[in-house]
């Protein structure tokens, strides 16, 4: 890949919904040719996708995320089903490291369905598939949560590796100020009204945003020459804006040796949890990676190269009284977009009951 191509991608990371032209602007190179670069980089799996993050408060929805240690592999597979059969997972993903062998999972639902949730883990308890559920912060804005994108000037693409001094970034503090990470904000939000139109249109730009307008038509199922449909549908999505934080683009990190991501939960100070969060708020850290608060210290995953793993571990190590280091596991990792059918048409909501939420996919399972 050369250095404009791989320009290119890091791009679309900064900006994943700008138009070709202004990506082939950015790198200095020709629209037709960033057109061709960025459909082979797609149709090659360089990046599988570009994905609208949605504000699940604004939506009347809440995010939960558990770290679940199953008891076997053949548990861990049940889970994963489940995970595939409930209708408001976001994400599912392995996990091991130390005595911690089970997966992580991100629900997004209706508040009140909370309970049920709760209830399907107590059934996989007492069928002995799983051990324990820990919940961790959500990794949303409202939590003060933090993203970092994995920066072009630290790879080299010329030797494939990596170049950051870990102990240089993290003594400099010539542009880090303290962030003052409050664990949880609890202004309330109004929702935003939805209709049935809306819910598909949502799910259609949370599995792949970048596609022209009349690609969403033709997956909507409209005509797109009927008279007013291509208007409708372009205001509907200037509208639909109000509810979407920001856009991801997938990248596959095995072209950039990295193969997981490395979870580190940790105990640490406040000021060393708020040190970390500006460290990170600075842009300077070259590595894709995410950091929450907890109450007693912080969960940071990030997607580092075997090589850099050592560094990693040795800055955990100092600045924190014990960690936990688990890893992601990449390979065995799924996304989901929102469902459609989740929103109930008849009372423009979204469904919430038992045999929907909580009976359904157990029943599946035969665990009911």
């Given amino acids: 890949m050369n250095r404009q191509k791989l320009a290119l991608l890091f791009k679309l990371q900064e900006m994943p919904m700008a138009p070709d032209v202004k990506l082939a602007e950015a790198v200095g190179v020709s629209p037709p040719t960033a057109k061709v670069w960025l459909e082979g980089l797609k149709s090659e799996q360089v990046y599988v996708g570009v994905q609208a993050n949605l504000n699940a408060r604004k939506l009347g929805l809440q995010v939960y995320d558990y770290l ?20 408001y997972t976001i994400y599912r993903a392995r996990v091991y490291g130390g005595g911690t062998h089970g997966i992580l999972v991100q629900f997004r639902q209706p508040p009140e369905s909370h309970r049920f949730l709760q209830r399907a883990f107590g059934v ?18 409202d939590y003060c949560s933090i993203y970092t994108r994995p920066r072009l000037e630290a790879w080299e693409p010329e030797t494939l590796t990596w170049k950051f001094d870990w102990e240089q970034w993290w003594k400099d503090n010539s542009s880090t100020t303290q962030s003052h990470v409050e664990v949880k904000r609890t202004e309330p939000v109004e929702t935003f009204q939805l209709d049935a139109l809306d819910a598909k249109i949502l799910e259609i730009i949370t599995r792949d945003a970048r596609q022209k307008n009349i690609q969403i038509i033709e997956k909507l199922g409209l005509d797109k020459n009927a008279v007013g449909v291509q208007q409708m549908v372009s205001k509907r999505l200037k509208r639909l804006q109000e509810v979407v934080d920001s856009y991801s683009v997938f990248v596959n990190w095995t072209h950039f040796d990295v193969y997981n991501t490395s979870m580190v939960v940790a105990h640490a100070s406040p000021d060393v949890t708020e040190h970390l969060h500006a460290k990170l708020s600075n842009g300077q850290f070259p590595f894709g990676s995410s950091m929450r608060k907890t109450p007693n210290g912080f ?70």
């Fill in 68 to 87: 679940v240690e199953t008891s076997s592999h053949d548990s861990l597979l049940a889970i994963e089903r489940f995970c595939d059969l409930h209708p």
């Fill in 299 to 368: 969960v940071w995953s990030t997607r580092l190269p075997s090589a850099h793993l050592s560094e990693l571990i040795t800055l955990v190590w100092k600045i924190s009284s014990d960690f936990e280091m688990l890893t992601i596991d990449y390979k065995h990792s799924q996304r989901y977009g929102l469902w459609a059918e989740t929103f109930n048409e008849k009372t423009g909501s979204w469904k919430s009951d038992e045999e929907f939420i909580l009976t359904n996919p157990l029943k599946k399972l035969k665990l009911l």
């Fill in 124 to 141: 996989f308890q007492d069928k002995n598939l799983i051990k324990s559920v820990r919940e961790l912060p959500t990794l949303l804005p």
